[in-house]
């Protein structure tokens, strides 16, 4: 036992790279020291999420070539890992599934020096699992050539030329606030935080958060929210006047009491011109980030929302100003970078978009419809495409 508690002490202190030897298949072709890749993981120590269904982890993994070849990730493993070191469950994909497997993230070629980022694929597990840790292996194959990328093809699994093993240390998370839905009528949840939407999931250091100088991903659990009617529709008749959407000009209240952190409140909103979204003319520094109007609300513990895209003009409240859950604090609009009118809405550990990092936010007291039928919820996690209206 002690040896075992000693070895995860190892482990988790190091939480780093480690490059691993190549398969025994393919004698001599391992990884030199100076062949390395650097796997960093974001953040750090991932937040599990837990509800009856499943555990839910929100995290990404970037990857570096540091290596002087063209690298082809070939293969993830996930491992889940008890306190005697010893694996609850593995999961992996590879090029070789006959569905998209690996395939589903994306490029997976990486010339030196350059940068992958992935989000979690491995982003459910069961809710009975234990979590010690995850140890997550990448499987590299060397592309240099067209000759080398037209074997990659034909290599089983066990066949590669670098591995890398890396170490995550997870913490579940508590939430301290069941706040109330922003909206009232039936909503859909359009974006949510798992695998599939691009929104709350860009990767780190795309173009778009470089020109933001954004240094963390505040809308990792964030949600965007639409009003529907019985059928579920979003908008009546022609889906590019911005007045014909369920949601535009709905009021927008408070998810919990706080102290308003930060308004916006002046930038004008989105039209569309025929078929495309037409941004209004204004000065380059009167929106830079593309955030368009919206209300931050400090709520104590650090825990701040975000309420954005609303529409010019309707925000209620001021800076220091203190709110109470459901109070009216504006209404959405059409403002900022958006394709359609919704509301974004984000809980982050600070004020700041551009820095703060983002937090989960567990929901009270509404109804989860199921067709005709609803449950009413105490207190929950949403997923994107529930459909949810604030209890009655």
């Keep these: 036992m002690i040896k075992s508690i000693s070895l995860i002490c190892m482990l988790l202190a190091a939480g780093a790279s480690a490059p691993v030897k ?19 993981i974001t953040p750090s120590n991932p937040l599990i999420e837990k509800d009856a269904q499943g555990q839910y982890l929100n995290f990404d993994i970037i990857i570096k070539n540091t290596t002087k070849h063209v690298l082809t990730l070939a293969t993830i493993e996930s491992s889940v890992m008890d306190a005697s070191v010893k ?41 009975n699992v234990s979590i010690t840790f995850l140890q997550y292996e990448f499987f590299f194959d060397y592309a240099d050539s067209p000759q080398q990328r037209e074997n990659n093809k034909k290599r089983l699994p066990a066949d590669f030329d670098l591995s890398v093993k890396k170490i995550i240390t997870p913490r579940i998370f508590k939430p301290q606030i069941a706040f109330n839905l922003p909206l009232a009528g039936k909503l859909i949840v359009l974006d949510g935080h798992n695998f599939y939407p691009g929104q ?46 369920y949601v535009f000009g709905k009021t927008v209240y408070a998810p919990s009491g706080g102290i308003i952190a930060d308004v916006k409140d002046q930038v004008p909103d989105n039209s569309y011109e025929g078929r495309n979204v037409k941004p209004p003319v204004m000065p380059p520094d009167a929106d830079p980030y593309g955030m368009g109007n919206y209300v931050v609300i400090d709520h104590g513990n650090g825990q701040f929302s975000l309420l954005q895209h609303l529409e010019q003009g309707s925000i209620t409240v001021r800076i220091g100003e203190s709110v109470k859950g459901g109070q009216p604090v504006g209404k959405v609009g059409f403002s900022g970078n958006a394709t359609y009118p919704h509301l974004h809405i984000a809980m982050m550990n600070g004020a700041n978009e551009l820095t703060a990092a983002g937090l989960p936010a567990y929901f009270g007291n509404y109804r ?12 929950g996690r949403l997923d994107i495409g529930n459909i949810v209206e604030a209890g009655k």
């Design 200 to 245: 709350n999931n860009g990767p780190m250091g795309t173009a778009q958060q470089v020109e933001k100088v954004a240094t963390s991903k505040a809308n990792r659990y964030a949600y965007n929210f639409a009003v529907v009617d019985e059928n579920g529709n979003m908008y009546a008749k022609d889906p590019f006047k911005k007045e014909n959407w």
């Design 368 to 379: 989860l419809y199921q067709g005709k039928s609803f449950v009413n919820v105490t207190e």
């Design 22 to 40: 190549a398969s025994p298949i393919r004698p001599g072709r391992h990884a030199k020291p100076a062949d390395a890749v650097s796997i960093a």
């Design 87 to 127: 694996p609850i469950s593995r999961q992996s994909m590879n090029v070789n599934s006959q569905a998209a497997g690996i395939r589903a993230i994306g490029n997976t070629t990486l010339k030196p020096g350059e940068t992958l980022d992935i989000f979690n694929p491995f982003y459910t597990l069961a809710p």
